[in-house]
T-cell receptor
Framework: AQSVTQLGSHVSVSEGALVLLRCNYS??????LFWYVQYPNQGLQLLLK??????LVKGINGFEAEFKKSETSFHLTKPSAHMSDAAEYFC????????????FGTGTKLQVIP | ETGVTQTPRHLVMGMTNKKSLKCEQH?????MYWYKQSAKKPLELMFV???????ENNSVPSRFSPECPNSSHLFLHLHTLQPEDSALYLC??????????????FGPGTRLTVL
């Protein structure tokens, strides 16, 4: 069975500082991996996805994530936080064979301090 | 309208009421999903439809009844709900079909409160 662990339910960074949100996955086969963002009172929006091509994936709003098989990680980073980045971020994993069964992490709320 | 829309955005109902949630996607997708999002819990997949056929029921209680009349519309019929069913219900759609990464696109959700 596949699973996702997001370390830290809340992360605070200063505006302009590096954003690092951690995600570790467990999967019996090479997975597809996703990061979604959810703003208050809205649905989830796809930030980026890894589907076995380049291990460094660039997404929207300046975010990127690197797939590291040896560490079973898919951490999300952004060099410089902006106030508008304050939201909840979800890491998710799916089995390419059962791609429609996506397993989500519990989410990390990002607070950006001015 | 573009993307995935959901109505109503907010719903308050008593335990004896019957109500329905509606989802519509304008993306030409063939797969649609219902998720439940509760505070402090991971997103829970409830149902999956592919080309109007239900392909996944994640042990959801029968008081939740989905309906997918066509690939663009998905309903969730609710009856005799419990207070613990209060949550944000999210609809999503994806292209469907094998061989793709099948990214899911989400609607804004319906915030349901059961009194």
């Amino acid at each position: 069975a596949q699973s996702v662990t997001q370390l830290g339910s809340h992360v605070s960074v200063s505006e302009g500082a590096l954003v690092l949100l951690r995600c570790n996955y467990s999967s019996s086969v090479p997975p597809y991996l996703f990061w979604y963002v959810q703003y208050p009172n809205q649905g989830l929006q796809l930030l980026l996805k890894y589907t076995s091509a380049a291990t460094l994936v660039k997404g929207i709003n300046g975010f990127e994530a690197e797939f590291k098989k040896s560490e079973t990680s898919f951490h999300l980073t952004k060099p410089s936080a902006h106030m508008s980045d304050a939201a909840e971020y979800f890491c998710a994993v799916s089995d390419p064979g059962g791609y429609q069964k996506v397993t989500f992490g519990t989410g990390t709320k990002l607070q950006v301090i001015p | 309208e573009t993307g995935v829309t959901q109505t109503p955005r907010h719903l308050v109902m008593g335990m004896t009421n019957k109500k329905s949630l509606k989802c519509e996607q304008h993306l030409g997708h063939n797969a649609m999903y219902w998720y439940k999002q509760s505070a402090k819990k991971p997103l829970e997949l409830m149902f999956v439809y592919n080309f109007k056929e239900q392909t996944e029921n994640n042990s959801v209680p029968s008081r939740f009844s989905p309906e997918c009349p066509n690939s663009s519309h998905l309903f969730l019929h609710l009856h005799t709900l419990q207070p613990e069913d209060s949550a944000l219900y999210l609809c999503a759609s994806s292209h469907g079909g094998e061989g793709s990464s099948d990214t899911q696109y989400f609607g804004p959700g319906t915030r349901l409160t059961v009194l």
